[in-house]
């Protein structure tokens, strides 16, 4: 369900896009000249894990330096060396999530799960037990932060709710906003996080969302979810394409976060499962909307008169 890459966008594209686009172009150009990341490496007397983060969009890259990719892979056109030059430029742009008040606040891992929001053309959501960051509503958010008011300062909660906020702009209201795919488990629904008004509004909030065009959600029946609950959370970013994707994977304890490997094809084949088992996204709808409806119906039955 994925769009696939881009064509060129112009000035007009945003740094993430930029990046996005100036990697995927380095890594087909390697491979269309047939070379190695240790060659090209050892070809330019850099060292490896400098290719293979450039290729992976965790750093940007100097003028210099992208003039020298494209000269070792043969790229002479002149149009489209000045293309990604221009995008490199715009991609050492700083995000929103750069700012100060957020660097001093959230962990590389937050930062980083920002930046592949931003970048990914598909993304792929499994929770168990709440409703994801992106789609949470203030009140919703503010409860879930305020659980972690022992290990959070008031000032770090404050900077991370704001951040929950800007996200979904950032990411749902941009030119070229990601298809996202969610799957919750069902149980996800009745679990009153905030009481009973909160969380009907915050379900009442995802349905508005689920009238979007890119947006896909599907409950998982709790008769489905004994087994794959154990799971835990966990997402799956597509960024140009599905060859090169990211598994963020949530824990208590700390976030992983995997760029290649088994790790990521095994989560792809759990996500495509409990898709198959999962209510119809229509189906899924109508379940969310008698929830929330049921909420507000037992929170006026015990309203004082």
């Given at each position: 369900?994925?769009?696939?890459?881009?064509?060129?966008?112009?000035?007009?594209?945003?740094?993430?896009?930029?990046?996005?686009?100036?990697?995927?172009?380095?890594?087909?150009?390697?491979?269309?000249?047939?070379?190695?990341?240790?060659q090209v490496a050892d070809g330019l007397d850099w060292s490896l894990?400098?290719?293979?983060?450039?290729?992976?969009?965790?750093?940007?890259?100097?003028?210099?330096?992208?003039?020298?990719?494209?000269?070792?892979?043969?790229?002479?056109?002149?149009?489209?060396?000045?293309?990604?030059?221009?995008?490199?430029?715009?991609?050492?742009?700083?995000?929103?999530?750069?700012?100060?008040?957020?660097?001093?606040?959230?962990?590389?891992?937050?930062?980083?799960?920002?930046?592949?929001?931003?970048?990914?053309?598909?993304?792929?959501f499994y929770h168990s037990t709440l409703i994801p960051g992106l789609?949470?509503?203030?009140?919703?958010?503010?409860?879930?932060?305020?659980?972690?008011?022992?290990?959070?300062?008031?000032?770090?909660?404050?900077?991370?709710?704001?951040?929950?906020?800007?996200?979904?702009?950032?990411?749902?209201?941009?030119?070229?906003?990601?298809?996202?795919?969610?799957?919750?488990?069902?149980?996800?629904?009745?679990?009153?996080?905030?009481?009973?008004?909160?969380?009907?509004?915050?379900?009442?909030?995802?349905?508005?969302?689920?009238?979007?065009?890119?947006?896909?959600?599907?409950?998982?029946?709790?008769?489905?979810?004994?087994?794959?609950?154990?799971?835990?959370?966990f997402q799956l970013f597509d960024l140009g394409d599905e060859e090169?994707?990211?598994?963020?994977?949530?824990?208590?304890?700390?976030?992983?976060?995997?760029?290649?490997?088994?790790?990521?094809?095994?989560?792809?084949?759990?996500?495509?499962?409990?898709?198959?088992?999962?209510?119809?996204?229509?189906?899924?709808?109508?379940?969310?909307?008698?929830?929330?409806?049921?909420?507000?119906?037992?929170?006026?039955?015990?309203?004082?008169?």
């Open positions: 369900m994925a769009k696939g890459e881009r064509g060129l966008m112009g000035i007009g594209e945003s740094p993430a896009a930029a990046r996005r686009r100036v990697r995927l172009a380095l890594r087909r150009a390697r491979d269309a000249r047939g070379l190695t990341q240790q894990s400098k290719v293979n983060r450039l290729e992976k969009g965790e750093v940007t890259v100097s003028r210099t330096d992208l003039l020298a990719l494209l000269e070792m892979y043969g790229v002479a056109d002149s149009a489209v060396i000045d293309d990604l030059v221009g995008a490199a430029r715009r991609s050492r742009q700083r995000g929103w999530y750069d700012e100060p008040r957020y660097r001093e606040t959230l962990t590389t891992a937050m930062l980083q799960l920002y930046q592949f929001e931003a970048e990914a053309t598909a993304i792929r789609l949470q509503t203030p009140a919703y958010a503010e409860y879930i932060l305020n659980f972690w008011q022992q290990e959070l300062a008031d000032s770090v909660r404050a900077a991370r709710l704001e951040t929950r906020i800007h996200r979904r702009g950032h990411v749902f209201d941009r030119d070229d906003p990601p298809d996202y795919l969610l799957i919750l488990d069902e149980s996800v629904l009745h679990r009153e996080v905030g009481g009973p008004k909160v969380m009907a509004e915050q379900l009442r909030d995802l349905l508005n969302m689920m009238a979007r065009p890119n947006m896909h959600v599907r409950v998982l029946p709790l008769r489905e979810a004994a087994i794959l609950a154990m799971l835990g959370p090169n994707a990211v598994l963020y994977r949530e824990t208590v304890l700390k976030d992983e976060i995997l760029f290649a490997g088994e790790a990521i094809d095994r989560h792809r084949g759990y996500f495509e499962q409990m898709w198959s088992q999962a209510f119809p996204e229509d189906a899924s709808a109508r379940l969310i909307e008698a929830q929330a409806a049921a909420m507000l119906s037992a929170l006026d039955r015990y309203q004082p008169t």
